[in-house]
């Protein structure tokens, strides 16, 4: 079964500058996705950025990239420039690239809560 | 708004008491999934759907019951509620067929069971 490790329950930054948030997982398949979802204190999960296995160039969105090793199966979040609108719960996910059954479910992390000192 | 549709935001339920969570959603999605979220445990799979009449159960179903009538419903049903389903709950569907889409999520219900 495949599962998904977030080792860092809490992060700190200040405003403008970079963190990373780490996430490793597991699986014996070669065909999957990975995701980094954004939780404010509004509760919403929104989607901030998302990875596919067979792509080996890292996603970027906006202020946000990955850096995804898959040989080591890792799957960092890296922020630039933080906002104070930053500060959330940051879930790391993934799914399997299958069609059937379980293999549509996402499985997530346990988190990493971020606060952003002004 | 296309999206997933969660009600109600929030819920408090005596001990024994049962209640249906309800979640629609709009896009034609295949999968729909319920989770619920724990402070340090992230969010655990209790059942989720690959399509009308088809349910199976996640990594946490016990005490749950889900059926999935149409493409758009998918409702939690607690049949006797106990304070171990105090919880934060959340609805999700994705399409099948396009993986990296990623899941949306409904806005979550906050339950307590007293």
């Known amino acids: 079964a495949q599962t998904v490790t977030q080792s860092q329950p809490e992060m700190s930054v200040q405003e403008a500058e970079t963190v990373t948030l780490s996430c490793t997982y597991d699986?014996?398949?070669?065909?999957?996705?990975l995701f980094w979802y954004k939780q404010p204190p509004s509760r919403q999960m929104i989607l901030v950025i998302r990875?596919?296995?067979?792509?080996?160039q890292n996603a970027t969105e906006n202020r946000f990239s990955v850096n995804f090793q898959k040989a080591a199966k890792s799957f960092s979040l890296k922020i630039s420039d933080s906002q104070l609108g930053d500060a959330a719960m940051y879930f790391c996910a993934y799914r399997s690239g299958g069609y059937g059954g379980s293999q549509g479910n996402l499985i997530f992390g346990k988190g990493t809560k971020l606060s952003v000192k002004p | 708004n296309a999206g997933v549709t969660q009600t109600p935001k929030f819920q408090v339920l005596k001990t024994g008491q049962s209640m249906t969570l309800q979640c629609a959603q709009d896009?034609?999605?295949?999968?729909m999934s319920w989770y619920r979220q724990d402070p340090g445990m992230g969010l655990r799979l209790i059942h989720y759907?690959?399509?009308?009449?088809?349910?199976d159960q996640g990594e946490v179903p016990n005490g749950y019951n889900v059926s999935r009538s149409t493409t758009e419903d998918f409702p939690l049903r607690l049949l006797s509620a106990a304070p171990s389903q105090t919880s934060v709950y959340f609805c999700a569907s994705a399409p099948r067929w396009t993986g990296g889409v990623g899941y949306t999520f409904g806005s979550g219900t906050r339950l307590t069971v007293v």
């Open positions: 896009m034609n999605h295949e999968y």
């Open positions: 759907s690959v399509g009308a009449g088809i349910t």
């Open positions: 990875q596919e296995a067979y792509k080996q």
């Open positions: 699986t014996s398949e070669s065909d999957y996705y």
